[in-house]
């Protein structure tokens, strides 16, 4: 399955920066992980499977995402490589634009968790929570990178807020749900408080695709970091990394699992978001 299939299923649009440093300088298991890149020889554990990601308050709105591969890597090569890895190099500092947007949902359907570094609310009333539009942004984030005449609609389990269905053109069906997430902010090392300008997050998703005559399963983990500017004005600078992982009923997981886990393959994509001219969310 052609890795831009992939990116489209999360609708969280992934989002990472890319610290770089040494570990001591951001506390934290999700920021250690990330200054560890490219070298992942298993994928994340992940505490949380119920509810939804949140995000800050200043994810709040629409966005225009230029997002350009800088990177692929086949960590297995020679003796596995996923379907449409080489095929994928054509995009390789070619930037594609789409929008996104991330809104205020219901708090009760959300994670009911607050990690220790990051403060809990206050007010014996929850406060609204902001999620991604995971609809919106699967539809946009497709039709950039596929053709709006390649993608027939996108929706979302009304059962299941993580579960995504992207119904292509051809018979071909890719589904797409979370088992599992987590979030930081980073605190640096002799700093009390936490950057409130800065937002790791991990998450762990099974995806199917589908077509008239095959089923190809495998696991996307995308560990993402952010870094929010306010002046002049509002932006957001990120690369998001993204490792995919063989399901056991693929013929070449047994390969996989012989060297620890790896994953097959891994993608760097450096994001720049911008407020869209629409009034805000």
Excluded at 238 to 264: C, E, F, H, M, N
Aim: glycine fraction near 4%; avoid cysteine.
């Amino acid at each position: 399955m052609n890795s831009l299939v992939r990116k489209i299923v999360t609708g969280t649009i992934a989002i990472a920066l890319w610290w770089g440093g040494s570990v001591s300088v951001l506390a934290g298991v999700l920021s250690d992980r990330i200054d560890r890149y490219p070298n992942w020889d298993r994928q994340s554990q992940l505490s949380q499977h119920d509810g939804e990601l949140t995000y800050p308050e200043w994810f709040r709105g629409r966005w225009i995402v230029t997002s350009t591969l800088l990177e692929q890597i086949a960590p297995l090569a020679p003796e596995v490589v996923t379907p449409g890895f080489e095929s994928n190099r054509q995009y390789i500092n070619k930037p594609i634009e789409f929008t996104v947007q991330f809104v205020p949902t219901n708090p009760t359907k959300v994670a009911k968790f607050a990690p220790l570094n990051l403060p809990r609310l206050k007010s014996s009333l929850p406060a609204p929570q902001i999620v991604a539009d995971r609809a919106f942004n699967g539809l946009s984030i497709a039709t950039a990178y596929l053709g709006a005449a390649n993608v027939k609609s996108v929706k979302i389990d009304p059962q299941n807020p993580t579960k995504q269905l992207t119904q292509l053109t051809q018979d071909r069906q890719l589904e797409s749900f979370v088992t599992g997430f987590d979030r930081e902010i980073p605190t640096p090392v002799g700093v009390a408080s936490p950057l409130e300008n800065r937002f790791i997050s991990t998450e762990l998703s099974q995806q199917v695709f589908r077509t008239s005559a095959t089923i190809y399963l495998n696991t996307v983990e995308t560990t993402t970091s952010y870094q929010f500017s306010a002046t002049p004005t509002p932006t957001i600078s990120a690369t998001q990394i993204s490792a995919i992982y063989l399901s056991p009923q693929d013929p070449d997981y047994l390969r996989s699992i012989a060297k620890l886990g790896y994953p097959v393959a891994l993608y760097k994509y450096q994001l720049d978001l911008v407020p869209a001219i629409e009034s805000p969310i």
